[in-house]
């Protein structure tokens, strides 16, 4: 069973960055499609960033364009969202899936994704 688990969540001023991990527990990952989301107490889970498979194409939310990058090493089976230029509104919980089905495109809703990581908090103070 595909097992996911994220890191690198925590706290930072508005304007600055971070780097968010998502570690996969099969070493076939990198045939995998892969998605961040975001998620907020009381409101649906948000599609932030997609990476598609067998095509290296990428799509992400209008909201962290130009600012969040995601992107994935095959040797350490990783996939990594690199955020910068943070504001108090990305403030979430951050969780990575994957899917073994084959995306040309990137993939953007939830129930394009059957793993997911339990994810890990990210708090932008203004």
């Known amino acids: 069973q595909v097992q996911l688990v994220e890191s690198g969540g925590g706290l930072v001023q508005a304007g600055g960055s971070l780097r968010l991990s998502c570690v996969f527990s099969?070493?076939?990952?990198?045939?995998?499609?892969m998605g961040w989301f975001r998620q907020v107490p009381g409101k649906e889970r948000e599609f932030v960033a997609a990476l598609a498979w067998p095509t290296t194409s990428t799509s992400y939310a209008d909201s962290v364009k130009g600012r969040f990058m995601i992107s994935r090493d095959n040797a350490k089976n990783t996939v990594y969202l690199q955020m910068a230029s943070l504001k108090p509104e990305d403030t979430a919980v951050y969780l990575c899936?994957?899917?073994?089905?084959?995306?040309?495109?990137?993939?953007?809703?939830?129930?394009?994704?059957?793993?997911w990581g339990q994810g890990t908090q990210v708090t932008v103070s203004p």
């Open positions: 899936a994957a899917t073994k089905a084959r995306a040309w495109v990137p993939r953007t809703r939830v129930s394009d994704y059957e793993y």
């Open positions: 099969e070493v076939t990952y990198s045939t995998y499609p």
